[in-house]
């Protein structure tokens, strides 16, 4: 199943629980938006909505930093 967009967004803002604008291409972890909790909550959310289990050597920068990265990695993954 598919991500949306929109919803994976308000996700991310309602985790970060701050006034701080998010969009597709706002780090979240490299730049310590998120923490290690919220990485938990996100993988939850994510497996939870787009059906995909994600292994731990998948929770990389490279595939969780940023939505978009989210978006394409499940897109390639599911």
Sequence with gaps: MKIK???LLTFIKD?????EPVD???TLFSD???DSTAMVNLIVYVEGVSG???RPDQVTLE???T???IVDF???HA
């Design 74 to 76: 499940i897109e390639n």
């Design 67 to 69: 939505p978009s990265r």
């Design 15 to 19: 985790l970060m629980q701050s006034d």
């Design 63 to 65: 595939n969780f930093d």
């Design 5 to 7: 967009n929109d919803d």
């Design 24 to 26: 597709m291409d706002s």
């Design 52 to 54: 995909t289990e994600i």
């Design 32 to 34: 310590g938006a998120l």
